[in-house]
T-cell receptor, first 114, second 115 residues
Framework: AQSVSQHNHHVILSEAASLELGCNYS??????LFWYVQYPGQHLQLLLK??????LVKGIKGFEAEFIKSKFSFNLRKPSVQWSDTAEYFC????????????FGSGTRLSIRP | ETGVTQSPTHLIKTRGQQVTLRCSSQ?????VSWYQQALGQGPQFIFQ???????GRGNFPPRFSGLQFPNYSSELNVNALELDDSALYLC??????????????FGSGTRLTVV
């Protein structure tokens, strides 16, 4: 069965620090990959997505992610975080064999110290 | 454009009861998916409706059922509630299969507590 693993459950950083959140998925076929963000008290929002082409994708608010097929990874990065980046981040995958559903990881809570 | 709206926002039910949650999809969207998000977990896919037909189902028992109406709004029904059904229930909508390409638009969810 397909699954998504986010190994960092809670990350605490100071403002201006660099961020990298890990995401690994298990599926041997073609995948679409997503990062969603959930700010406190708000709904899930799409941060960025990968379908094909350049494995380095850029999203909103200065976030980017790199798809490394050989490692089944799709890590999220940001060079310099801000206090407003405090949120829960979810990696997700969709496969063509189960096109109707998105499989989410368990999430990483990011806390930024001002 | 209006987003996805869900009602009610919070709900408390007793074990064994039945509950109905409602979702209005974003304008122009005809696909609705339901997810269950337990505390400290990521959302888990329950099922999806496309043009009033179920279009995929996750690993949830039959007591979880749904409907989609001609205006593309949707209901999630849960019978014989169990304590483990306590969770945030999310509705997400998209235009046809564009949800796969662009991701879905999520609502803020209904927080269900079963006591």
């Amino acid at each position: 069965a397909q699954s998504v693993s986010q190994h960092n459950h809670h990350v605490i950083l100071s403002e201006a620090a660099s961020l990298e959140l890990g995401c690994n998925y298990s599926y041997g076929g073609t995948v679409n990959l997503f990062w969603y963000v959930q700010y406190p008290g708000q709904h899930l929002q799409l941060l960025l997505k990968y379908f094909s082409g350049d494995p380095l994708v850029k999203g909103i608010k200065g976030f980017e992610a790199e798809f490394i097929k050989s490692k089944f990874s799709f890590n999220l990065r940001k060079p310099s975080v801000q206090w407003s980046d405090t949120a829960e981040y979810f990696c997700a995958v969709n496969t063509y064999s189960s096109a109707s559903k998105i499989i989410f990881g368990s999430g990483t809570r990011l806390s930024i110290r001002p | 454009e209006t987003g996805v709206t869900q009602s009610p926002t919070h709900l408390i039910k007793t074990r064994g009861q039945q509950v109905t949650l409602r979702c209005s999809s974003q304008s122009g969207h005809n696909t609705v998916s339901w997810y269950q998000q337990a505390l400290g977990q990521g959302p888990q896919f329950i099922f999806q409706y496309y043009r009033e037909e179920e279009n995929g189902r996750g690993n949830f028992p039959p007591r979880f059922s749904g409907l989609q109406f001609p205006n593309y709004s949707s209901e999630l029904n849960v019978n014989a509630l169990e304590l483990d059904d306590s969770a945030l229930y999310l509705c997400a909508s998209s235009r046809g299969t564009e949800g796969i390409k662009h991701g879905y638009t999520f609502g803020s969810g209904t927080r269900l507590t079963v006591v």
